[in-house]
């Protein structure tokens, strides 16, 4: 849909004038928000899933009719998003969406520590400590999905080391690599001289020749593969540390922490989210100063570091080269995805 990332509507919302009426428990709001880099508009997003049916999709436009009154004058579209299991296992996703209009959106703000850059976060990430830990946060669930793994379904994949030719297509963030003559040559030069994936040096070639390898994982279930770079992973795995730390320090943050003796309402449970992870976000503000430089080392750090160590495993990933047709892959200068033709829908193949 070309949106990049986005927030939790209660780490402050868009407008930092209107930060209190988004940060607020009382107050229906969405979950997230966006700015939409093509449209130039911003992006409220409410989100439902189970067996859901049209109450509780109205549930879910009043909350995004609540994020309306606080970003009344400016112009914004709001997006719901339905995901439906049918006892039979059949799956249904519905989106439904409009456009707000009023004042287009503020210029990026200028934070504390550094210019807030324009363009996506992750183009930024050499240059940009917010960008970084903006990015590291977002990509927090890949992270996880790829350091609790079995490690035998880990590998890698090639991808030139270079990102400055990585550019983002006009209608996403992503940059399709179908078309990538310079990948598709380093990896077959690779192949040629180490036919054998299990000979060794394969890895070291790879690199001399410019190519770095990404950590991929398939998720269960689905053709889907998502991946990202040594240094993000590393990035990554300091925010995760930093936030355990807080954690342990606030009783009840954590979810495994919560007894649950009677089952609360779902608007209640709704609001002890909210709470918590604006709570959490509070936290982590008030610790930047001590984070951020830590997550910037392990960032720096993991350029050189091989994936055993970073995994914590006797052995390196395997270090995948075949070739696949069938096989659409994408990348940010970070992070990696990939999805098998067959899966699209016919008219988007």
């Given amino acids: 849909m070309g949106l990049g990332q986005t927030l939790h509507i209660e ?6 004038a209107l930060r209190d009426k988004f940060v607020s428990t009382s107050a229906k709001l969405p979950d997230l928000w966006g700015l939409h880099e093509q449209e130039n508009l911003y992006w ?9 049916r049209s109450p509780r999709l109205w549930e879910g436009w009043k909350q995004l009719q609540g994020g309306s009154k606080v970003l009344h004058e400016y112009a914004h579209r709001r997006i719901l998003v339905g995901a439906s299991v049918q006892p039979q296992g059949d799956l249904f996703l519905t989106i439904d969406h409009d456009h707000h209009p009023g004042k287009p959106p503020l210029p990026p703000t200028v934070s504390t ?7 996506s976060p992750e183009d930024h990430l050499g240059d940009s400590d917010d960008a970084l830990m903006g990015t590291a946060r977002a990509q927090m669930l890949v992270y996880l999905a790829l350091s609790g793994a079995q490690p035998s379904r880990l590998k890698t994949v090639a991808l030139p080391a270079d990102r400055t030719n990585r550019r983002r297509s006009a209608r996403g963030v992503t940059t399709p690599l179908e078309r990538d003559t310079d990948a598709h040559a380093m990896r077959s030069d690779v192949r040629a001289e180490f036919a054998d994936d ?5 890895r070291e070639y790879a690199r001399a020749l410019g190519l770095d390898d990404f950590l991929t994982y398939r998720v269960p279930g689905t053709e889907l593969r998502l991946g990202m770079s040594r240094q993000l992973f590393a990035a990554c795995a300091q925010l995760h540390r930093e936030g355990q730390l807080i954690a ?13 003796d009677e089952p609360a309402s779902e608007e209640a449970e709704e609001r002890r989210r909210h709470t918590q992870r ?11 100063a001590r984070i951020e430089p830590r997550v910037r080392a392990a960032f720096e750090d993991g350029r050189d570091r091989p994936w055993r160590e970073l995994l914590h495993t006797q ?10 047709p069938g096989l659409l892959e994408a990348a940010t200068a970070e992070t990696y995805l990939a999805i098998r033709e067959d899966d699209l829908p016919h008219h988007e193949r």
């Fill in 44 to 52: 409220m997003i409410e989100a439902k899933g189970g067996n859901v």
């Fill in 248 to 260: 342990e320090r606030t009783p009840g943050m954590r979810a495994e922490d919560v007894r649950a």
């Fill in 113 to 119: 520590t550094s210019p807030q850059p324009p363009g």
């Fill in 315 to 324: 052995n390196d990933p395997r270090l995948d080269l075949d070739e696949d």
């Fill in 198 to 202: 299990a000979q060794p040096g394969r």
């Fill in 11 to 16: 780490d402050g919302g868009p407008i930092p």
């Fill in 278 to 288: 604006r709570v959490f976000r509070e936290q982590q503000e008030e610790e930047r």
